[in-house]
């Protein structure tokens, strides 16, 4: 059974940087698909910031401009997602998710 | 941006009841590949995006037949044909055919 889980900091000050990993059991990530990182706001919006491929190409929306990064570590089977100069607008659940498969989501806080 | 307006905002309904939640999308979803990336996603409350429909119509494993999905182009439409208490949340579509990828503003589904 193919499993992913986010895991990371709940709280994170202004201007710092967000760092989650996302760890993915049961299927490996160099072997196909897409890897996103997704991101529901207070309310229903959500938001699609970017993935990283099966091949390691990497994808974002632009609308993060140059704040975000999404890497891998394929010995570990995990990618993660590290945003730069957070704001209290980036308060959200993130969810690492390969669209039929999703982790349970970690709330994610800014504030001082 | 691809803009998906997602119609109604929310939808009152009783168990056994059919009903139908619309997707437009601001331009055609048709890729140049022939497919079409249209996905329907199911929140439940305190759960994460379960994955409904993709590619327009196709019914993901072990998803109930009373969801289907149909549509072309820039019109899109979910049904769910007899609703069940365990269909109960906020419904969205997200696009996939053009990065970045978006999501419909979502569809919450309460019991009358």
């Known amino acids: 059974e193919i499993q992913l889980q986010e895991s990371g900091p709940g709280l994170v000050k202004p201007s710092q940087s967000l760092s989650l990993t996302c760890s993915v059991t049961g299927y490996t990530i160099t072997s196909g698909y897409d890897w996103s990182w997704i991101r529901k706001f207070p309310g229903n919006k959500m938001e699609w910031m970017g993935y990283i491929s099966y091949s390691g190409s990497t994808n974002y929306n632009p609308s993060l401009k140059s704040r975000i990064s999404i890497t891998r570590d394929t010995s570990k089977n995990q990618f993660f997602l590290q945003l730069n100069s957070v704001t209290t607008e980036d308060t959200a659940t993130y969810y690492c998710?390969?669209?039929?498969?999703w982790g349970q989501g970690v709330m994610v806080t800014v504030s001082s | 941006d691809v803009v998906l307006t997602q119609t109604p905002p929310t939808l009152s309904a009783t168990i056994g009841q059919s009903v139908s939640i619309s997707c437009r999308s601001s331009?055609?979803?048709?890729?140049?590949?022939?497919?079409?990336?249209l996905n329907w996603l199911l929140q439940r409350p305190g759960q994460p995006p379960q994955l409904l429909i993709y590619l327009v119509s196709r019914l993901e494993s072990g998803v109930p037949n009373r969801f289907s999905g149909s549509g072309s182009g820039t019109d899109f439409t979910l049904k769910i044909s007899g609703v069940e208490a365990e269909d109960l949340g906020v419904y969205y579509c997200v696009q996939s055919t053009h990065a970045p990828y978006t999501f419909g503003a979502g569809t919450k589904l309460e019991l009358k």
């Open positions: 998710a390969r669209w039929n498969y």
């Open positions: 331009q055609s979803l048709l890729h140049s590949n022939g497919n079409t990336y």
